[in-house]
């Protein structure tokens, strides 16, 4: 049940390009660019915040591991060490024995 008309079709959407006006007077390409870049600086912060860097080779892993270890075995022994006090004698102080 369509009825034929004299009007002019409808005029076809203009084709999405790069040089396309999407917001702000600003063509597609700035907006894309944009957002990159603001996606990329909260990246770079993120990863300047946070200790995230992966490690590369499989030495690399086992020396942060070692490295750990050593460090573990360090502090483990630093608090077995008496205090000072009870290691040297002081010139001039009171002995207890």
């Known amino acids: 049940?369509?009825?034929?008309?004299t009007a002019p079709p409808k005029k076809?959407?203009?084709p999405v390009t790069s040089e396309?006006?999407?917001?702000?007077?600003?063509?597609?390409?700035?907006?894309?660019g944009i957002f990159a870049l603001f996606v990329l600086s909260i990246i770079i912060?993120?990863?300047?915040?946070f200790k995230c860097r992966i490690p590369r080779t499989r030495k690399e892993?086992?020396?942060r591991y070692a490295q750990r270890k050593a460090a573990k075995n360090y502090a483990d022994k630093l608090d077995t060490v008496?205090?000072?006090?009870?290691?040297?004698?002081?010139?001039?102080?009171?002995?207890?024995?």
């Open 1 to 5: 049940i369509f009825q034929a008309t």
């Open 12 to 14: 076809k959407p203009d």
């Open 20 to 32: 396309t006006v999407v917001i702000w007077g600003l063509r597609l390409w700035q907006v894309v």
């Open 45 to 49: 912060t993120l990863c300047c915040i």
């Open 61 to 63: 892993i086992e020396a």
């Open 82 to 97: 008496p205090p000072l006090e009870e290691l040297t004698d002081i010139p001039g102080g009171n002995s207890q024995v």
